[in-house]
Nanobody
Framework: QVQLVESGGGLVQPGGSLRLSCAAS????????MGWYRQAPGKQRELVAR???????NYADSVTGRFTISRDNARNTVYLQMTSLKPEDTAVYYC???????????????WGQGTQVTVSS
């Protein structure tokens, strides 16, 4: 079994910063991409940022220049550094990863339980 555990959410004022972390654990052979999605009330879940095992990354237009994704392959951990936060960034943030388990022939998608980020004065 594979688990993704997120941390780092919370309440922050507009213009502030937060750093999210997500650690993958279990019988892991390798991880392809790792990323972050978010879902605001009444809206669909959307991709925020994703980083490949080789380091290539991509961002939603709405966060480009404000958010930075990074990963530590040795720790199977992905980070999301969020700066210049806006009220519209308020959402539940979910970690996502494509993981190949020991003994498996393919990569499967896994999700974390979500962490709330609230941007409000």
């Amino acid at each position: 079994q594979v688990q993704l555990v997120e941390s780092g959410g919370g309440l922050v004022q507009p213009g502030g910063s937060l750093r999210l972390s997500c650690a993958a654990s279990g019988r892991i052979l390798s991880i392809n991409y790792m990323g972050w999605y978010r879902q605001a009330p009444g809206k669909q879940r959307e991709l925020v940022a994703r980083v490949l095992s080789g380091g290539g990354d991509n961002y939603a237009d709405s966060v480009t220049g404000r958010f930075t994704i990074s990963r530590d392959n040795a720790r199977n951990t992905v980070y999301l550094q969020m700066t210049s936060l806006k009220p519209e960034d308020t959402a539940v943030y979910y970690c996502n990863a494509a993981v190949r388990r020991l003994g498996a022939r393919r990569y499967d998608d896994y999700w974390g339980q979500g962490t709330q980020v609230t941007v409000s004065s």
